[in-house]
């Protein structure tokens, strides 16, 4: 994939995006392993930072400020990054088992993914409580709370259930929140109640009796009620029974207590201690298996248990690190040593916190300032601002890439490359676990060359594609959706697909499993529509590429030309992409970008355009083609070529480009260059009087469209009917972009004609 240079021999995966990880990924963006690819797995590509979350909480900071960029780091480090959710392990194996992905092998593996919470041991609270675990998806429940403590009138009593350090913080956080928020609605603080509930007799029981006086008063000041030997026995809507026999009118509950492991421990046959967690000893290997380890919240050291606190578990990061180098490398590993006392700030939501280390404890605003300093650093350092770490942006990147891309296409498809081939059984690399598929027979392997060569009854497409990302399964995804938007734009049925997976050199069982990897994304998405694929081989090459041959039929209203000339004067101009999203992942490749412009950018690389294509043909579509090429006007000029006197007028406000894009053409294209804007605009009329393109939408010049959406002309009185449906059927940036005038006329303000 992208980035791989040195031949991989181990496979290190790491489960879970928890402090500990960050430690280890930015130790080997210092140090990286080789010979060894790491692979970072995580339910989301953002993870919130547990020591701000109060403080987000609060409202002193924005939730953007307490992001960790998982995709970043991992970049930096040299690390896959795969979002998905872990459902379990396979020890046998040796493989990591996903929800919507096939299983990814490690020799090494490594767990942490933090606490759950264990709510469903209470009737109720599963249902009715607003946990803070997991933090990942902790922002939408609170926007969800939040939206309904606005929408309710009258008074909202809330009880927190849990008071360590943590329920602390948060009903406090909480308080101040909600008041600032009905004093902006012009509603009285007053009408809201808080109750803590805690489970011993005192409050913050891991904390020395000065920090328990100290938060005694502090809550009694701001009218907080506190239960002590409140033990929750049920929650219901509007209540909370207690093992009192009490029961307490509650509107909402938020759970910051009785955490556990996740529930997909108990099956990996891993030994766990009573709460769940993982055992480990002192080296952090887990007790069962010595490929595996934990660290974090997950994980519960044999030999001392330790308090769940990310102050431990940042501690582990550098020792996990370092022992996952050490067995590699077959060394011995050595011992994490807790420190016997750590330092917890705490926050009060007034811009004071609380210190608290032993039988030591401070209050003040220098506190707070404190406590922000060390989180902030904390953030800055994840960040790994490296002056050396991205290419010069002197340069032109992006052209570079174009060039070194076709290049390897021609290598590759010249035969330059000795092949090292598999006999096209696929059942190697679509069966096993999580692979649950098989050959297919809706069209006859032997027959799918011969047909498609029939002229004006088969239709063939060959695509080649290099990898724009790290992930081969995702990568084969894209690809099998790139080439199915042929077929749908042109209102035919793709029947069976052949495959050339370009591989570059390495170990023969970690080729084996990426080409498998590959071939069962490109199954996926063939087999949601109805396409069989009948033959896999393998070149070697520099990077991961694919070349996919497929053969299909035309359906009764398809197009037999690539380029369809039935477009008209009047017809209204459509895409159901926004465009830019190749050049998001070009950029991708030598520059940090944030993980969420990446997320949003591979969702749409998947998305199938079969319903748009439906789309445009039930609303009458004159011409219906896929967006490739280098950019929108160029894809447009070739589309006016096919008829005389006819042009494209395009409104640049309305051509939606993808979240980032922008960004990404301005590291890749250095200022003032205008060479591929020339080599466009050359065949465009414009109204001099107008501003020149690097004003008027310059973006769409330089914006890549491989494996985009599909562009289509609507007669104009169906294309706001048109429009409806498409964001009706989930493409919500699908937009009017122009419209077909008569070639010479000068266009509107704002807009540029494209003519042949």
Known sequence: MPGEKATVVRDVVLVGGGHSHLGVLRCLARQPLAGVRLTLISIDSHTPYSGMLPGYVAGHYRYEQTLIDLRCLARYAGARCYVDEVIGIDRESRQVLCRDRPPVSYDMLSINIGSTPHSDAVPGAAEYATPVKPIARFNERWLRLLDRVRSRPAVTTFAVVGAGAGGVEMILAMQHRLRCELRALGRSPDDLRFHLLSASAEILPRHNAGVRRCFDRLLAERNVIVHRAAVVTRVLPGSVGLSSGDSLAIDEVVWV??????????????????????????????????????????????????????????????????????????????DYRPQPRCLALIGTSDEQAVASRGGMYARGHWVWLWKSWIDRRFMDRLAMRSAGSGASATGSPMADLDEAQTSEARCVLAGWAVPATRDGSLDSFLGGPGGGATLRTSLPPDTGGASA????????????????VDDPWLFGRMAAAHVLSEFFARGGEAQAAQILVVVPPGCERKIAGDVAAVCRGVDKELQASGCALTAVRTVSGSEFAVVLVTDGRPGPRAQTSRLPVGIR??????????????????????????????????????????????????????ACIRLEGFGLPEQLTALVSRVGGLAAEIDTAA?????????????LLPRGSRRDVHRVWGSADRNPSEPGPEKTGATLFRMGLTAGGLLASVPGTRAAGCLRVLRALGYTRAASVGRVRAAGSYPEHGRFLISS
Request: aromatic share 6%; charged share 20%; glycine share 10%.
């Open 257 to 334: 207590t009785q955490a556990g492991g996740a529930p997909w421990l108990r099956e990996s046959a891993l030994s766990l201690d009573g709460s769940g967690f993982i055992e480990v000893r002192n080296t952090l290997q887990t007790v069962s298996d010595p490929l595996i380890f934990a660290a974090g919240d997950c994980a519960a050291l044999v030999s001392s248990p330790l308090e769940k606190s990310g102050v431990f578990a940042v501690r582990q990061g550098e020792v996990l690190a370092a022992n996952l180098r050490r067995l590699a490398f077959g060394q011995p590993l050595q």
């Open 655 to 667: 051509v939606p480009v993808a979240d980032g894009a922008a960004m990404a053409l301005a590291l």
């Open 569 to 622: 004067e009047g017809d209204v101009l459509m895409v159901n992409k926004p465009i830019g999203i190749p050049t998001l992942l070009a950029a991708h490749r030598r520059f940090p970008l944030p993980g969420r412009y990446i997320d949003e950018a591979l969702r749409l690389l998947v998305e199938s355009n079969q319903g748009a294509a439906s789309c445009f043909r039930e609303h009458g579509a004159t």
């Open 453 to 468: 060569a029939q002229a004006g009854e088969r239709i063939r497409t060959v695509d080649f594609l290099v990898a724009p």
